[in-house]
């Protein structure tokens, strides 16, 4: 019975490695893909165990290494197989979901920067300086097209034109320069939320058990939360008084803050709403006029809602989620 059962593992394990395979060879042309590298090592830990999750993943990286190059092989060994293993193990030892986002978002965010600072140091690769080029080339194409653009158009609309590329020019330079550690943060908090969800989305197909989110009307940031952020903050003023450049440094904290707000805000706003004695249609549309307005200008209505009430616990859930 346990050759049996060994043998199933190991057989499992393969093909959730060719899957692997398979996700990194169509992220070369869907880039997007590749976000979706840890649901099914999340799945396999949580049939299988966290060991037969390492051997898929490790496998893989091999595969991947012959198959597409050794630069590709070494970025998903850098920055996937710890990100997976991360939400595996979370997954595998039944914590919490929110606690094993925790987990990924962490492991991706390590990953993020070791394959940052290897890259730079072996292959004399920057990437933030890529990015910024690979975006100023396709700015310089736009302008190209917008300056060959047909005589009928009128002088306005291409003042107009070039009035929005520069824009998005400055916007852009002004993002990969001071915001990068942000969309990190961002990037691998979402990573992290589609993949578990992904997972157990999945999990009753493959009968398996894997925790689930708590509903957004009662998410909740800890109150401890504004305390590190406010923690981290004082710091970067003190080292702002030792004549030490931190301006970057705060504009990410301040980011951070209000991208968490927000959602705070929007947990508080769908809680009321929940409550309200509306037809869940009507609700439906009240939220989503909410967020439209929010986008429209209208979101530090939405971020003073999320600090009220990790202030004075407007929803008096007691405990952060």
Do not use: C, H, Q
């Given at each position: 019975?346990?050759?049996?059962?060994?043998?199933?593992?190991?057989?499992?394990?393969?093909?959730?490695?060719?899957?692997?395979?398979?996700?990194?060879?169509?992220?070369?042309?869907?880039?997007?893909?590749?976000?979706?590298?840890?649901?099914?090592?999340?799945?396999?830990?949580?049939?299988?165990?966290?060991?037969?999750?390492?051997?898929?993943?490790?496998?893989?990286?091999?595969?991947?290494?012959?198959?597409?190059?050794?630069?590709?092989?070494?970025?998903?060994?850098?920055l996937y197989t710890p990100f997976s293993l991360a939400l595996a193990y979370g997954a595998y030892h039944d914590e919490s979901a929110n606690k094993t986002l925790l987990y990924g978002a962490a492991a991706y965010m390590i990953s993020f920067v070791i394959l940052i600072l290897s890259m730079n140091a072996f292959m004399g690769v920057n990437i933030i300086e890529q990015l910024k080029t690979a975006y100023m080339e396709s700015i310089k194409m736009t302008e190209k097209m917008i300056s060959e653009m047909p005589a009928g158009m009128s002088t306005e609309d291409i003042n107009k034109a070039y009035e929005f590329t520069n824009y998005f020019k400055e916007s852009t330079n002004f993002i990969l320069t001071n915001l990068f550690p942000a969309i990190i943060i961002t990037v691998s908090v979402i990573a992290s939320y589609i993949n578990y969800l992904v997972a157990e989305r999945f999990s009753r197909r493959f009968s398996i058990r894997i925790n689930k989110f708590v509903r957004l009307s009662h998410f909740s940031f800890p109150r401890t939360f504004m305390i590190a952020m406010a923690a981290l903050l004082l710091i970067s003023y003190l080292l702002g008084a030792l004549k030490l450049n931190v301006r970057v440094i705060q504009l990410n904290l301040f980011n951070i803050v209000y991208l968490a707000m927000i959602l705070q805000g929007f947990a508080v706003i769908k809680f009321f709403l929940e409550r309200s004695r509306l037809s869940r249609p009507l609700k439906s549309l009240v939220m989503f006029m909410i967020i439209y307005m929010t986008f429209s200008g209208m979101v530090v209505i939405v971020v003073l809602a999320g600090l009220l009430d990790l202030a004075i616990d407007l929803r008096k859930l007691n405990k952060a989620v």
């Open positions: 019975m346990n050759r049996n059962n060994k043998t199933s593992s190991i057989t499992e394990s393969a093909m959730i490695t060719g899957i692997l395979v398979i996700i990194a060879f169509l992220s070369s042309f869907i880039s997007i893909t590749m976000f979706f590298y840890p649901t099914p090592v999340i799945i396999l830990a949580k049939r299988k165990g966290i060991k037969y999750a390492g051997l898929s993943l490790l496998a893989a990286d091999i595969i991947i290494s012959i198959l597409l190059g050794a630069t590709t092989g070494f970025i998903y060994f850098i």
